[in-house]
Nanobody
């Protein structure tokens, strides 16, 4: 499984940004694809995920109503649309994949998101 994240950049507070994660190496039926982030000096934390087959999504409370995760099965890509961004959203964002009954076993490289206040 390979995961390629992209889309990071420098934005101002209140702006929007969309991250993409291209997944390859297998079919992802039954997998859960997610986004995590790691702010400077802090631990990596869960942000959002989507079950590939059902499309069910979940979010950490701090991004609910601002971030939207989605997937394009034809492109094997997961997106994270980030709106109304805040300074605290500044972090390296990672996409990850979790097989059924497994852990977050697969990780992509990070993409840096910087929000200026």
């Amino acid at each position: 499984v390979q995961l390629q994240a992209s889309g990071g950049g420098l934005v101002q507070a209140g702006d929007s940004l969309r991250l993409s994660c291209v997944a390859s190496g297998r079919t992802f039926s039954g997998y859960r694809l997610g986004w995590f982030r790691q702010a400077p000096g802090k631990e990596r934390k869960f942000v959002s995920s989507i079950w590939w087959s059902s499309g069910y999504t979940d979010y950490v409370d701090s991004v609910k109503g601002r971030f939207t995760i989605s997937r394009d099965s034809a492109k094997n890509t997961v997106y994270l649309q980030m709106n109304s961004m805040k300074f605290d959203d500044t972090a390296v964002y990672y996409c990850a994949a979790q097989p059924t009954q497994g852990a977050w076993d697969y990780w992509g490289q990070g993409t840096l998101v910087t929000v200026s206040s």
